[in-house]
Nanobody
Framework: QVQLVESGGGLVQAGGSLRLSCVAS????????MGWYRQAPGKQREFVAV???????NYATSVKGRFTISRDNAKNTVYLQMNSLKREDTAVYYC?????????WGQGTQVTVSS
């Protein structure tokens, strides 16, 4: 089993920044990819960013150039640096690890961007 714990969410004004963290524990072997998703009220969960075990990254068009995903393998941690935040970035943010082909999700952290 793999457990994921997110942190770093909160309330921020538009134009501000936040950094989310997601720490994994448990049976962590062969992590294939680490990613972030978000779900706004009344909407489906959507992809935000991913970083693979080779270090390749990919971003949703809506966050490209503003968000940066990174990882610390020694700490089994993935980060999401969010800059130039907009009101439409308001959502619950979830991290996901793909370990040996299985998806593991965190519990989510709320990000609220005010105008």
């Amino acid at each position: 089993q793999v457990q994921l714990v997110e942190s770093g969410g909160g309330l921020v004004q538009a134009g501000g920044s936040l950094r989310l963290s997601c720490v994994a524990s448990g049976s962590i072997f062969s992590i294939n990819a680490m990613g972030w998703y978000r779900q706004a009220p009344g909407k489906q969960r959507e992809f935000v960013a991913v970083i693979t075990n080779s270090g390749s990254t990919n971003y949703a068009t809506s966050v490209k150039g503003r968000f940066t995903i990174s990882r610390d393998n020694a700490k089994n941690t993935v980060y999401l640096q969010m800059n130039s935040l907009k009101r439409e970035d308001t959502a619950v943010y979830y991290c996901k690890f793909v370990v040996r082909g299985y998806d593991y999700w965190g519990q989510g952290t709320q990000v609220t961007v005010s105008s």
